[in-house]
C-alpha cells in the first residue's frame, strides 16, 4: 500500500503493528533492510507490504524507478502459497474422457459394428415394432414400462459398444512413430515388471503376446533383466520422451507427410485429402492456440467454493457437501421463480393446471372461452392473443414424426465434442450412428414414438447442471452461469419440433413479431440500428420521445409453463409433444457438477411440486420463449403502447414497439402528438411500462431493477434551432416499474449524453458514439498487452490480429456513426501499439500501416472502409425487406430525404457543401464516408421523391444551385420550407402552374399529408424564404413559365374539384362525405375567373378529374375559382406478352428474345405445369477475360413452343466468370416468367421448376430469404435473384442437371431438361463469341434493382470493402510512389497491381510484411538502425558500401552475395522453363537480371522485337521496381498473346503472379544472405562480419611502436603473430583488449607517442543489433541506460550519482596491475538484468574476466 507517510515511522504502520493486529511490513523481513524511496522525487520509503501472522512472504522485489508505467517503483511480491491458501487444496475432477471419436474412421466403425451386433443379437428391432404395435392397444402405463426397458438396454448396448471401440491415448506428446517407439518401450517394461511380479506369486501368465510386443519394439531378452535394469530403462524411456517433447510437433508433420506420399504412392487421393486436412486442422489448432493463450483472458471454471449473500454479510462455502447444497438451494429458487404468475393461482389454475393441457386451453384458443371477471387483466390480454395468433394457423397441424432422414441430417454436421447427457450418452454416439441406415432409423422410430405418444423415457428426467464462473474470481452463486446439460436424443427432438419446424411455419405466416431480434440470419446488433435510426429519425423530427430500457431478471428460467402451452399451442404444436418436453422439465432431477465432479444426490421438482422455466441449454428455450415474447408484444400493441411510423412521403404504416433480445428490452416510445406536453408524454411513458411490466408478470417473469433505466428526449428552440434537454433541464420524473412482490421500484432517468450499453453497443439518444469507440479501443489496447507479455509468434500475431482483434473492436460497426477522422486517429493509436508486438516498426509510416497489400503495404484494415462495407452490406441485405430494420431504414430514409429536401439523390452530392441540411444520423454518417471514398450509391427511381408536375424542380435543388444564398441562409430557408410543408415548386403555386399561392408568404404552418419536421422559424429566416420565393419565381411571384401537367398526385390538401363543364364546385369534407357549389349566373364569370355559391351538403363520392384553386369569402358561402388543371390519373391498359416486353426498361435485355407464336403461351404452360424452364452459361477466359454469356430456353412439353433469350455481359477480369454467367441466366429466367404473370390469375396449382447445372444457383434460389455474406462473390446480381426469386408470383422450385451430358449420351437417351440444359450451353457459347466479335452487351444495370454501388463507374459484384480498399489504396498509392519517387510520373497505372495482391494476400503472413518493410525501408538495414540509436555504423555488412540504404539489397556487388544473386536468377530460369515461357523473354529477361540494371533492356532486343515496347516499361520502371514485384501490366498482355499463338493450356494471370513471386524471392535471398551475415554465429561465437573487424583491429595494431608503451606491456608485441592469426578468435580478442588497455596506461602516464594508436577500441560482441532475428526491438526501447559504453580508465560518474539499488557492472582486469576499459551499465529492469547477466558471463568465458 501507499501510506503517503513514512512505511516504517508513521501512524498507520505503527498502528497496523500493534498486538491486536500485528501486521509485519514483508520488504523488510524478507530483504533485511528497509525498502527504498518509492517516489522518484522523494527520500523516503512510503510504499510497503503490510500481512498478519501467518503469511509467509518468501521475497519482495522493487524495481527501479521509471522501470514500469507511473512515477513510483513497482513491487513483485512471492508467497508461500500454502500459506495464504492452507493446505486443503481443492482436487478440481475433470470429466470423464471418451473413447468415441467420430472424426477417427477406425473407432467409429468399430463402435458400429459392435452395436449393430448387439441390436440384432437382442431383437432390438423387433421389440421396437411391438412397442409402435401397442401404441391404443395397452394402457399408458404398460406403454410406459415397456419403453423404458428398450430405451436401458439400448443405452447399456451404447456403452458397452464405446467401451470396446477404442482405449485411451496419452496426449503427452503428439503421435509420430519416434514418440510412438519409446512409449510402447516404456509399457512394455511397465508390463514386464508387472509380468515378473505375478510369477513371482506363481500366478499363470501368457506371455505370447507380449514377446511379440517386445520384438516389434526392438526389446532383446526382456526376461534377462532385473528390476532394477527394468526401472532404469523406464526412466530411460521418459527421459527421452521429455527431450522429444519439444520436437515432437514437427516430427508429427513429418510422419503425416510420410503418410501423404505413401498415399499417392498407392493411388488413394481420399487419404491423401483426409491427411491434409488433418495437417491444416492441427496447423490452425495449434496457431489459434497460442493465440488465444496469450490474448484471452482466463476464462472461469467450475467452482469449489461460492459466495452467498446474506443479510448480515457475504458467506463462503468451501466444502463440496455445502457447495452442493447451497447452488443446488439457490438453483432450485430459480427455476420456481414462475410459480407465482396469476394463471398458476386461484381459480385460473384449476382451468389450466402445470402444463395447460385442459378443455379450457382449447376453448381459448377457439375462442370459446369465458374469462372470468377476477382474471388478471395481462392475463387475459395474452390468451387473447394467442387466439388471434391461433386464427393465423394453416391447416396442417407441426409434425412431431421424426425420419431417419431428419436424424442423419442433423446428426452427421453435429459438433460430437459438445458436453451432454447425465446418462453419458453424448453426442457422439448418435452421431456415429447416424453413418448407419438401419441404427438411424430405429433411433427416429423411438424419438417418434415418444413424440407421438407423449411418454417421455425416465432417462430424460435425470439432467447435468454445470457451474459455470461467468466472471474469472467472482463465485457469487447468483452471478454463476448454470447450464443445462440434458439427454442428447431429448434435446435435439426439442430441436427439431420447436426450433425448426414450429419457428419455420411461424416466419412463413408472419406469426413472429418484428419487434423480437433474437431470430435466425439477424444479428444483435440490428436491433442497434433500429434503435440508433430511431433516435435519429426523432432528432430530425424534432418529436418527443422516450426509450425505457426493462431487462428481464432470469429470462429462460422464469417462464411460467402454462403460458408457454398455449402459446406454443397457439403455434400449432401438437398437445402431445409439448406435454412431453414440459412433463420432463417440470419432475427433472438435476445433478450438478461442480470442481469437484457430479453431485451424488440430485435436486428438481415433482408432480406436485413442479419446477417451471425452460432451461438453459434446452433446444426448445429459444423457440419457446419466442413464442411466449410474440403474445408479450401483441398484448403490448393492444394496449396502443407502439410507436406508429408513417413514410415521409410515401405514408407507408410501420408500427414498432420495442427492440426485443431474449432478455434485452429497449421500448420504443413515441409522442402520439405535437401538441403533447413534457408532462402528458411522461404519463404515456410510465402508464406504457407499468403495461409491459405487468405483461411480463403475467408469464412469471420480472423486470430486473438493477439493469433498467429510461431516456427522454424532449427539446427547446434557440432563435429557431432546436436542441435536446439536457438531463438538469428536464423536470425530476420519476419512473417506476413494478415487481413481483407488489411495490413499484424507481429507476434512473438518463441524460441524453450519456451512454449506455446495449447489445454490446455503447449508444446514447444524441448520436454520440465517441465512448463505444473508446471502449472498443481499451479493449484493443487490453487485447495488445496480453500479447506483448506472452510469447506469440509474429505470424500467429497477424492471425489474431486479423480474425480475433478487428472483429471484436468492429462489432457494431453497421449500426453506429461517429466522425471518420475521429474513428481513423482512435485505430491510428491501437495500429501504432500492435505493430511492435507484430514485428514491424511502430515508426513505419501511416501509408504503409494501413495500404492493402496490393499497393505492398501491410494491409491493416482501415476503419472507415469497414465502416461504409459493414452499411452498404447491411443496406444490401435488409433492404426493402419486411423485418424491422428494413422498414426502418426506409423510414429513416424518407425523413433524411425530407430534411434535406433535395428531389434526386441526396447521397451523390458533394457532402462537403450540402451536409449542414441535414441532422447527423446513420444516412448523414452514409453520406459522408461514400463522398469521402468515391463511392456511388444509387437508388432506384420508386425510392427518390416524386416530382409533381412536368418542369417542376426541388426548392432546395434551385437554392443550391446557385451562389446568390450563403449556407446560412440555406438553413433558414430550409427551416421556413420544412415549416411550411413545401418540397417542390409545384408545391407553391396554384392549378394555373404559375401563380405563387398567397399562403406561401405568410407565417402559416404546413397543410401537407407528408411528414415535415417540427419547426419555429425565426421572423428573419421569413425574410429569407420571402427573397427565396421572389428569386424562384419573379417580383410579381409568378413563374415566367408555367409549369405542365399533373403526373403525381399532390401531398398538400387537395380538396377543391370543379366539374368538366365548369357549372359544379366540390369541396370534399371526407372520403364519403363533400359540399357542393353551383355557378353563380348573376355575376359575370370568365374563363379566367368563374363564381360559386349556394353550398349543398352532399354524401358520396364527386368527380375528381379535374383540380382547381379558389378564393372563399369570409363566410365561405362565395367560391371564386382562379384556375383550374386536370388531376393525374395513372394509365391503365391491357397489354399483350410481347408488348409487356418492349414496355421494359433496358430493353438490351430484350434484344435477343426469339419466341414461337405471341409468347402467351408461357403463361398457359405455368398454369399447366408442362414448361422445361433451363439456363446456363458460358465464359471463355482466352477468347475474352472480362466477358461472360448465359442462355436461357422455354419449352412447352404439351405444344411443343420454345423461347429463348441470350445475354452477354462486358465487366471486368475480375469479376467476369462462370458463376456470374449462371446466375445471369437464373435471372433471365425469372424476369420472364414475371413478365408472363403480370396481370395474370396465378392459380395455387403453379409451381414452376427452374433447371440449372450449377449447384449454387440452385442453392441461392432455393433459398431466397438467406442472407448473403459480405465476401460473397457475385453478390450484386446474386441479390437481384433471390429478390426476383421472393416476389415471384408462383412458388417455384430449383433443381441440378448434370451439365455436358451430350459428350456421354445421345439426344434419345437424354431426358428433355437434359437437352434444353445441352442446348442452353451450345447457345450461351455462340451467344459469347458474336458479342466478343461485334463489340455487343447488355447494359449492366438490371431493371428494378434497388440498390447499386458503382466505384468509377465500375458495379461492385463483390465484396464491398475489398472493392473500396482497393479504389482507395490506387488512389493514395498512386499518390504516395509519385511522392517518394518509387514510380516514374504517370507510371502507376502500368504496373501489374492485380497480381501483386493475389501474390502477397496468398503467400505466407510473414514474408507479406518483408516486402512491406523492403519498400518501405522500415526494416533492420543499418542505415535505419544508425538512425534509430546512432550507434550501428551505416555501412553494408557484406561490401562495405555506405551507405546501406533498403535498395542496396538488391545492388549490392560482394562476391558472396553477387553469386547468390545469380543462383536465384538460375532458378528463376528453371521455373520459366517449366511455364514453357517464350525462349526470347526468357533469354530477355535472365540477361537484363544478371547485369543487375546496368544495361538498359532495350539494348537487349531490336525495336523490331515483339518485346521491345516491354523493355521500354521495364526500363521506365527501374531495376528495383522488377526486384520488388512492380513489373509492368504489359507482361500480362505479352504471355495472354504467346498463350493464344502457341495454344497453350495456361492463364496468363497466373504467370504472372508466379513471376512476382520469382522475383521477390530473389530479393527475399539476398536479404536473408545479408542476415545471415550479420547474425548467424560461427563456433568462436562471432558472426562473419565480427571476424572481419576482428582481423582488421589485429593488423592495425601489429604496427605499435614500441616505445609508445610502457615497459611491462612491451611484452605483448613479442608473441608469435602466426599463431595469433591461426589461433582461435578468444585469443586475438585478449590480445586485443591487452593492447588497449595498455595504450591507455601509456596514454594517462603521458608516454609520447601512445596516442598514435589510439583508435577506437575494439568492442567485444555485445548484445547483438536489434533487427529481424535478434532481440526485440522494444527491448531497447524501454532500456533507460542500458548500452554498454566502453571508457578509458576514468568514470564518467561517481559511484554516488548512482542509484543504490541500480547495479553497476564493472569488468575489471585479472592478473594486472591496471584496470582494462570499464563497462558501466545501468539496468532498468529485472529482465534487463537476467539478460546482461547472461552477456557478461559470456564476456567472462571469452576473455578470461571473472565478473
Request: with cysteine; hydrophobic share 35%; proline share 5%.
Amino acid at each position: 500500500m501507499d501510506v503517503n507517510d513514512h512505511v516504517y515511522k508513521g501512524r498507520l504502520p505503527k498502528r497496523l503493528g500493534e498486538r491486536d493486529l500485528m501486521m509485519t511490513e514483508r520488504f523488510l523481513t524478507a530483504n533485511g533492510f528497509e525498502a527504498p524511496n518509492s517516489y522518484y522525487r522523494g527520500s523516503r520509503p512510503i510504499t510497503g507490504c503490510f500481512c498478519t501472522q501467518g503469511i509467509d512472504c518468501v521475497n519482495v522485489y522493487a524495481s527501479p524507478h521509471r522501470a514500469g508505467a507511473g512515477d513510483h517503483r513497482y513491487w513483485i511480491m512471492d508467497f508461500d502459497a500454502k500459506s495464504v491458501l492452507g493446505a486443503g487444496y481443492p482436487h478440481l475432477v475433470r470429466p470423464k474422457g471418451r473413447r468415441l471419436k467420430c472424426v477417427v474412421k477406425r473407432t467409429r466403425v468399430a463402435y458400429l459394428r459392435r452395436l449393430r451386433k448387439l441390436t440384432e443379437r437382442h431383437n432390438m428391432y423387433s421389440k421396437m415394432k411391438s412397442l409402435q404395435e401397442g401404441v391404443g392397444t395397452v394402457s399408458p402405463r404398460q406403454l410406459k414400462i415397456a419403453m423404458n426397458k428398450w430405451d436401458r438396454e439400448n443405452a447399456e448396448h451404447k456403452i458397452s459398444s464405446e467401451e470396446n471401440c477404442n482405449q485411451f491415448k496419452n496426449d503427452y506428446i503428439e503421435f509420430s512413430p519416434q514418440t510412438n517407439l519409446w512409449i510402447k518401450r516404456r509399457d512394455l517394461y511397465k508390463q514386464l515388471r508387472s509380468i515378473n511380479a505375478r510369477r513371482e506369486l506363481g500366478k499363470p501368465v501368457n506371455i505370447t503376446h507380449f514377446v511379440r510386443s517386445c520384438a516389434v519394439a526392438d526389446i532383446q531378452q526382456p526376461f534377462s533383466l532385473s528390476d532394477r535394469e527394468i526401472g532404469l530403462r523406464i526412466e530411460a524411456c521418459k527421459t527421452r520422451l521429455r527431450e522429444l517433447k519439444p520436437v515432437a510437433p514437427m516430427l508429427r508433420i513429418e510422419h503425416l507427410r510420410d503418410c501423404i506420399h505413401r498415399a499417392k504412392e498407392r493411388g488413394d487421393m481420399k487419404a491423401v485429402i483426409r491427411i491434409r486436412q488433418i495437417l491444416r486442422n492441427e496447423k490452425l489448432r495449434r496457431r489459434w492456440s497460442g493465440v488465444h493463450k496469450s490474448t484471452k483472458p482466463r476464462r472461469g471454471g467450475p467452482p469449489t467454493s461460492i459466495k452467498v449473500k446474506h443479510p448480515t454479510g457475504d458467506v463462503q462455502y468451501d466444502t463440496r457437501e455445502k457447495v452442493e447444497t447451497q447452488a443446488a438451494h439457490r438453483l432450485t429458487d430459480r427455476f420456481k421463480l414462475a410459480r407465482d404468475a396469476p394463471i398458476c393461482n386461484g381459480n385460473l389454475f384449476d382451468d389450466f393446471g402445470y402444463l395447460g393441457n385442459t378443455d379450457c386451453t382449447k376453448a381459448i384458443l377457439e375462442g370459446t372461452y369465458e374469462y372470468p371477471p377476477e382474471m388478471d387483466a395481462h392475463t387475459r390480454l395474452l390468451c387473447e392473443e394467442a387466439r388471434r395468433i391461433f386464427s393465423l394457423k394453416s391447416t396442417e397441424e407441426i409434425s412431431n414424426y421424426v425420419s431417419s432422414d431428419d436424424f442423419q441430417y442433423f446428426w452427421l454436421h453435429a459438433d460430437e465434442f459438445i458436453q451432454s447427457s447425465y446418462s453419458h450418452i453424448h453426442f457422439g454416439h448418435y452421431k456415429a450412428i447416424a453413418h448407419d441406415k438401419y441404427l438411424s432409423a430405429l433411433e427416429a422410430a423411438k424419438l417418434s414414438l415418444a413424440a407421438t405418444t407423449g411418454i417421455p423415457m425416465e432417462r430424460w428426467g435425470s439432467a447435468l447442471t454445470v457451474l459455470l464462473e461467468k466472471e474469472f474470481g467472482n463465485i457469487y452463486v447468483e452471478k454463476m452461469r448454470a447450464i443445462c446439460l440434458l439427454e442428447a436424443d431429448f434435446n435435439w427432438l426439442n430441436k427439431l419440433v420447436f426450433a425448426k419446424r414450429m419457428m419455420d411455419q411461424a416466419y412463413d405466416n408472419g406469426m413472429v413479431p418484428v419487434e423480437q431480434f433474437a431470430r435466425r440470419g439477424v444479428q444483435a446488433s440490428n436491433g442497434v440500428l433500429c434503435k440508433v435510426l430511431f433516435c435519429d429519425m426523432m432528432r430530425a423530427l424534432h418529436e418527443m420521445a422516450g426509450i425505457p430500457s426493462v431487462d428481464l431478471g432470469n429470462c429462460y428460467d422464469a417462464v411460467a409453463h402454462p403460458i408457454a402451452s398455449i402459446a406454443l399451442q397457439a403455434f400449432q404444436v401438437p398437445l402431445a409433444t409439448i406435454v412431453l418436453s414440459l412433463s420432463v422439465l417440470q419432475t427433472m432431477t438435476f445433478f450438478l457438477r461442480t470442481g469437484y465432479g457430479v453431485s451424488t444426490v440430485g435436486y428438481g421438482g415433482t408432480r406436485s411440486d413442479p419446477t417451471f422455466g425452460l432451461g438453459q441449454g434446452n433446444g426448445m428455450a429459444p423457440s419457446g420463449f419466442s413464442a411466449v415474447s410474440s403474445l408479450m408484444v401483441g398484448a403490448f400493441q393492444r394496449l396502443g403502447h407502439a410507436s406508429d411510423f408513417s413514410g415521409a412521403w410515401t405514408g407507408i404504416l410501420f408500427c414498432l414497439a420495442a427492440i426485443i433480445y431474449v432478455d434485452d428490452t429497449d421500448l420504443l416510445l413515441r409522442a402520439k402528438s405535437r401538441d403533447l406536453t413534457m408532462d402528458q408524454f411522461f404519463d404515456d411513458c410510465q402508464e406504457s411500462v407499468t403495461d409491459w411490466g405487468g405483461i411480463v408478470l403475467a408469464t412469471g417473469g420480472y423486470l430486473k431493477a438493477a439493469k433498467c433505466f429510461w431516456y427522454m428526449m424532449a427539446w427547446k428552440w434557440v432563435n429557431g434551432v432546436p436542441q435536446l434537454r439536457t438531463l438538469r433541464q428536464l423536470p425530476k420524473y420519476k419512473m417506476t416499474i413494478p415487481q413481483k412482490s407488489g411495490a413499484p421500484v424507481a429507476i434512473p432517468l438518463r441524460d441524453v449524453n450519456d451512454s449506455e450499453e446495449t447489445l454490446g453497443v455503447w449508444s446514447c439518444p444524441s448520436g454520440d458514439f465517441g465512448y463505444h469507440i473508446e471502449k472498443k479501443m481499451e479493449a484493443g489496447h487490453l487485447w495488445v498487452e496480453r500479447l506483448r507479455r506472452n510469447k506469440c509468434p509474429a505470424a500467429d500475431g497477424w492471425l489474431g490480429f486479423r480474425y480475433s482483434l478487428i472483429p471484436k473492436v468492429t462489432y457494431g460497426f453497421a449500426a453506429i456513426t461517429i466522425d471518420p477522422d475521429i474513428l481513423e486517429a482512435s485505430f491510428q493509436k491501437l495500429y501504432r501499439d500492435v505493430l511492435s508486438p507484430l514485428r514491424v516498426n511502430e515508426k513505419i509510416k501511416k501509408f504503409y500501416r494501413m495500404a492493402p497489400k496490393r499497393v505492398m503495404g501491410l494491409g491493416m484494415p482501415n476503419p472507415c472502409i469497414k465502416m461504409l462495407a459493414y452499411k452498404l452490406h447491411l443496406l444490401q441485405s435488409e433492404w426493402n425487406q419486411c423485418t424491422a430494420s428494413g422498414q426502418m431504414l426506409r423510414q429513416s430514409l424518407e425523413v433524411f430525404q425530407m430534411e434535406t429536401g433535395f428531389s434526386t439523390n441526396v447521397i451523390e452530392k458533394d457532402y462537403d457543401r450540402f451536409e449542414s441540411l441535414a441532422t447527423g444520423g446513420w444516412w448523414k454518417q452514409f453520406w459522408c464516408l461514400c463522398h469521402r471514398y468515391d463511392v456511388q450509391f444509387q437508388f432506384c427511381d420508386k425510392w427518390l421523391i416524386p416530382l409533381l408536375r412536368v418542369g417542376d424542380r426541388a426548392i432546395m435543388d434551385v437554392i443550391c444551385s446557385t451562389d446568390l444564398f450563403p449556407k446560412s441562409d440555406w438553413q433558414s430557408i430550409n427551416r421556413v420550407r420544412k415549416f411550411k410543408g413545401l418540397h417542390s415548386i409545384a408545391d407553391m403555386v396554384l392549378c394555373d402552374g404559375r401563380t405563387v399561392d398567397p399562403w406561401v408568404l405568410n407565417t402559416d404552418g404546413s397543410d401537407s399529408t407528408r411528414v415535415f419536421s417540427l419547426e419555429k422559424p425565426t421572423r428573419s429566416d421569413f425574410a429569407v424564404f420571402r427573397r427565396a420565393v421572389t428569386y424562384l419565381t419573379s417580383a410579381t411571384h409568378r413563374l415566367p413559365t408555367p409549369l405542365g401537367a399533373f403526373v403525381n398526385k399532390p401531398h398538400r390538401r387537395d380538396n377543391w374539384f370543379i366539374s368538366a363543364d365548369r357549372t359544379l364546385l366540390f369541396q370534399t369534407t371526407s372520403p364519403s362525405s363533400y359540399i357542393q357549389y353551383t355557378v353563380d349566373t348573376s355575376t359575370r364569370n370568365t374563363r379566367f375567373s368563374l363564381t360559386f355559391c349556394n353550398p349543398i351538403a352532399m354524401s358520396g363520392q364527386c368527380s375528381r378529374d379535374i383540380r382547381a384553386s379558389v378564393q372563399q369569402s369570409e363566410d365561405e358561402s362565395v367560391v371564386i375559382v382562379h384556375s383550374v388543371a386536370a388531376a393525374f390519373s395513372p394509365p391503365q391498359q391491357r397489354r399483350s406478352f410481347l408488348e409487356r416486353i418492349r414496355a421494359l426498361p433496358n430493353q438490351s435485355l430484350w434484344k435477343t428474345f426469339v419466341t414461337d407464336g405471341d409468347g402467351s403461351w408461357i403463361y398457359e404452360g405455368l398454369l399447366s405445369n408442362s414448361l422445361v424452364m433451363m439456363s446456363d452459361g458460358a465464359y471463355e477466359p482466352l477468347l475474352a477475360d472480362d466477358v461472360c454469356s448465359c442462355a436461357m430456353i422455354v419449352m412447352c412439353l404439351r405444344t411443343g413452343n420454345r423461347a429463348s433469350l441470350t445475354w452477354s455481359e462486358k465487366s471486368d477480369r475480375l469479376s467476369a466468370d462462370n458463376y456470374r454467367a449462371e446466375i445471369l441466366g437464373g435471372i433471365a429466367l425469372q424476369m420472364l416468367v414475371e413478365v408472363a404473370c403480370e396481370g395474370k390469375y396465378i392459380s395455387p396449382s403453379m409451381s414452376p421448376r427452374f433447371g440449372c447445372d450449377n449447384k449454387g444457383v440452385v442453392h441461392h434460389g432455393n433459398h431466397p430469404w438467406r442472407p448473403l455474406p459480405a465476401n460473397q462473390s457475385q453478390a450484386d446480381v446474386l441479390r437481384y435473384y433471390q429478390t426476383l426469386v421472393r416476389r415471384c408470383p408462383a412458388k417455384c422450385k430449383m433443381y441440378h442437371v448434370h451439365g455436358h451430358l451430350d459428350r456421354y449420351l445421345t439426344r434419345d437417351e437424354m431426358t428433355p431438361a437434359e437437352i434444353l440444359n445441352c442446348d442452353c450451353d451450345k447457345l450461351a457459347g455462340l451467344a459469347l463469341r458474336w458479342a466478343v466479335e461485334h463489340n455487343s452487351y447488355i447494359n449492366r444495370f438490371l431493371p428494378g434493382e434497388d440498390i447499386v454501388v458503382s466505384i468509377d463507374g465500375r458495379k461492385v459484384t463483390g465484396s464491398y470493402e475489398r472493392a473500396i480498399t482497393r479504389h482507395w489504396g490506387d488512389k493514395i498509392g498512386r499518390e504516395h510512389y509519385y511522392v517518394k519517387d518509387i514510380l516514374p510520373p504517370g507510371t502507376f497505372d502500368s504496373v501489374y497491381w492485380d497480381g501483386v495482391e493475389k501474390v502477397l494476400t496468398r503467400c505466407p503472413e510473414m514474408f507479406s510484411v518483408w516486402a512491406t518493410k523492403q519498400v518501405s525501408g522500415f526494416f533492420g538495414n543499418n542505415h535505419l538502425l544508425n538512425h534509430i540509436n546512432g550507434h550501428t555504423v551505416d555501412v553494408c555488412p557484406n561490401c562495405g558500401c555506405h551507405p546501406e540504404r533498403p535498395q542496396h539489397i538488391i545492388f549490392c556487388r560482394d562476391p558472396a552475395r553477387s553469386a547468390v544473386f545469380d543462383s536465384s536468377v538460375d532458378r528463376l530460369v528453371e521455373w520459366l522453363a517449366s511455364q514453357r515461357t517464350d525462349a526470347s523473354l526468357t533469354l530477355l529477361l535472365s540477361e537484363y537480371l544478371r547485369n543487375r540494371g546496368d544495361v538498359p533492356m532495350t539494348s537487349l532486343c531490336t525495336p523490331r522485337s515483339e518485346y521491345y515496347e516491354l523493355a521500354e516499361m521495364i526500363d521506365l520502371l527501374g531495376f528495383r521496381n522488377l526486384l520488388e514485384s512492380r513489373i509492368p501490366r504489359l507482361f500480362y498482355d505479352v504471355r495472354l498473346a504467346d498463350i493464344k499463338r502457341r495454344h497453350l493450356s495456361k492463364h496468363a494471370g497466373h504467370w504472372c503472379n508466379g513471376l512476382i513471386l520469382q522475383l521477390l524471392q530473389i530479393t527475399h535471398r539476398q536479404w536473408t544472405f545479408r542476415n545471415g551475415t550479420v547474425h548467424l554465429k560461427g563456433p568462436d561465437g562471432l558472426t562473419p562480419t565480427q571476424t572481419k573487424a576482428l582481423a582488421r583491429r589485429c593488423e592495425d595494431l601489429l604496427w605499435t611502436d614500441p616505445s609508445t608503451l610502457l615497459d611491462e606491456d612491451k611484452y605483448l608485441l613479442e608473441v608469435d603473430f602466426d599463431d595469433l592469426g591461426n589461433g582461435a578468435s578468444a585469443s586475438r580478442q585478449m590480445w586485443i583488449s591487452e593492447m588497449e588497455a595498455a595504450s591507455a596506461a601509456a596514454r594517462n602516464a603521458g608516454v609520447e607517442g601512445s596516442d598514435a594508436f589510439a583508435g577506437d577500441t575494439f568492442a567485444a560482441p555485445p548484445v547483438p543489433v536489434d533487427t529481424e532475428g535478434s532481440i526485440r526491438f522494444r527491448r531497447r526501447c524501454r532500456r533507460r541506460s542500458g548500452v554498454i559504453e566502453y571508457t578509458g580508465y576514468s568514470i564518467s560518474r561517481s559511484m554516488e550519482e548512482v542509484d543504490p539499488l541500480w547495479p553497476r557492472l564493472l569488468l575489471c582486469g585479472c592478473g594486472k596491475e591496471r584496470l582494462l576499459p570499464v563497462a558501466v551499465l545501468n539496468i532498468g529492469s529485472f529482465n534487463d538484468l537476467l539478460g546482461w547477466i547472461l552477456d557478461i558471463n559470456t564476456l567472462q568465458g571469452r576473455f578470461g574476466y571473472r565478473f
